[in-house]
């Protein structure tokens, strides 16, 4: 984009030597001076806006943070009750964490494992229904016989990529 100044301006400074000019206080170097100001500003402003860069809006990568397994959540899907053990017979196990910026494109997948055999037990995945920020997210194993007793992991895939595994054990 060129900018240049326009005609207010230049007459001013023409009105300016002008005035120099009849009273006796300038001389033809001032006008010429003056022209030159004008030009390598103009020459500048140009310059600046041909260098100038348009910086793209920076995406942020969804995450997640303070993962922890738990007996129960709130309404809220906060996380009560945090515990890393469960007694033997338990019917529910709750995986609860924090997810920060994330689309609506985004998927969200938590893999439950039975270390003990190396079976999967279950998967499960959601899509945030809005983008935003900040937002508590929970994922629940339940079985009506109850978990067997052993040790299980959690792998969480944002959008496919594995992000974080937490550990937890039935006793």
Request: glycine share 4%; charged share 25%.
């Amino acid at each position: 984009m060129k900018m240049t100044i326009k005609y207010p301006v230049i007459i001013l400074l023409i009105i300016i030597a002008v005035s120099f000019t009849i009273i006796g206080c300038g001389d033809q170097t001032t006008s010429v001076n003056i022209d030159i100001a004008v030009e390598t500003v103009e020459e500048t402003i140009e310059e600046d806006l041909n260098n100038e860069e348009i910086a793209e809006p920076e995406k942020k990568t969804i995450s997640i943070s303070d993962t922890v397994t738990c007996k129960d959540v709130d309404a809220n899907s906060k996380p009560l009750e945090i515990t890393d053990t469960f007694d033997t017979g338990v019917k529910i196990v709750h995986l609860a964490f924090n997810v920060h910026n994330y689309t609506t494109e985004d998927l969200i997948t938590a893999q439950w494992n039975y270390l003990e055999t190396g079976e999967i037990v279950y998967t499960t995945d959601t899509k945030p229904p809005s983008d935003g920020e900040f937002n508590n997210i929970e994922f629940y194993l339940s079985l009506d016989t109850g978990l067997l007793s052993g040790r299980y992991n959690i792998e969480i895939y944002l959008n496919d990529d594995l992000s974080e595994t937490i550990e937890f054990s039935i006793k």
